[in-house]
């Protein structure tokens, strides 16, 4: 059975940082990839970039330098970034190349698997941490973890057991769900609340995770999206919907949604991915949205005024 080697991650973001961090003091230097165009690579080198205060060494490779291909690809990039990396990714992926894509949203692995073959990408989904990532600096206290698994539910297949070992070796935290489909969509529905009243409220995680007005806002929006799931055959309720707010509650008050930090820092963000979504799914299956749309519209408004 082949054993995962090399790796490769596109996408510096928090989670690409946070990741890339992790395993680079657990690899060697070139088995470790990291994929970006010359004007970043540039950039990077030239301003270092920070993981809880110290240097991170990493070993960078341009989308059109030859090499081999990668055993494991991990996608760390923002939703509108997706297309591009898809193509910047070519020389990385072979025959063994396995993929995981740490978007947000529940659509990410499909997009990828159109290009790539969807049986070499696993479902993913990132949950629990609470990076913040400001210029070049990433800071958090909790690394949280990646839940991987395969499409269809049922025992985990040879590239699950793959990553799984590879994960044992390198000392990163996960889990292995034999219902992944649910759990993206629980993910999803995490997000819609958490990450779009966040940004509206101008605000942080210390916001949503006490009584009071964003709070309820954050609930009924995540509310919206359970009947939505039982549509497709996801089946969320409201036991869910709790444990997704447990894992809330661990987030560092002081953290925050990548959402909040883009539209501080005028930023387009993910609205579309997140309310885009439920209103798109709401239209089709003729389920009432309006506190998606109420955040829809408010996050447009910020929006316009760039």
């Not at 990385?92 to 969807?118: C, D, F, P, R, W």
């Not at 709790?242 to 820092?265: C, F, H, I, R």
Request: hydrophobic share 35%; aromatic share 8%; charged share 25%.
């Amino acid at each position: 059975m082949i054993e995962i080697r090399r790796v490769s991650i596109i996408g510096l973001g928090a989670l690409g940082i946070l990741f890339g961090n992790h395993l680079s003091k657990r690899m060697p230097k070139g088995d470790l990839r990291i994929i970006a165009d010359e004007k970043r690579v540039e950039k990077y080198k030239q301003q270092g970039v920070y993981s809880n205060g110290e240097p991170c060494d990493f070993h960078y490779v341009t989308p059109d330098e030859p090499c081999e291909p990668a055993d494991l690809l991990l996608f760390t990039v923002k939703y509108d970034g997706l297309e591009h990396a898809i193509q910047a990714v070519k020389n990385h992926v072979g025959e063994q190349t396995i993929i995981l894509s740490a978007l947000n949203g529940i659509k990410s692995e499909e997009i990828i698997g159109q290009t790539y073959g969807i049986d070499r990408v696993l479902s993913c989904v990132a949950q629990g941490m609470d990076a913040v990532k400001e210029g070049n600096q990433l800071t958090y206290d909790h690394m949280g973890m990646l839940c991987i698994g395969d499409h269809q539910p049922g025992l985990p297949s040879e590239n699950v057991q793959r990553v799984a070992r590879f994960f044992d070796k390198i000392e990163f935290p996960y889990i292995i769900d034999e219902d992944m489909f649910k759990r993206q969509w629980g993910k999803f529905m995490l997000n819609v609340g958490v990450n779009q009243t966040v940004a509206v409220y101008e605000s942080n995680y210390g916001e949503i995770q006490r009584e009071g007005e964003a709070r309820e806002m954050m609930i009924s929006a995540m509310r919206e999206v359970i009947p939505l799931s039982e549509k497709v055959g996801a089946n969320l309720t409201e036991e869910d919907l709790n444990y997704w707010l447990k894992v809330l509650s661990t987030l560092s008050p002081e953290g925050k949604p990548s959402m909040a930090q883009d539209l501080e820092a005028k930023r387009f963000s993910e609205v579309e991915l997140f309310a885009g979504t439920v209103l798109e799914l709401g239209k089709k299956y003729d389920l009432p949205t309006p506190v998606n749309q109420e955040l829809y519209d408010r996050i447009k408004l910020i929006e316009s005024k760039y």
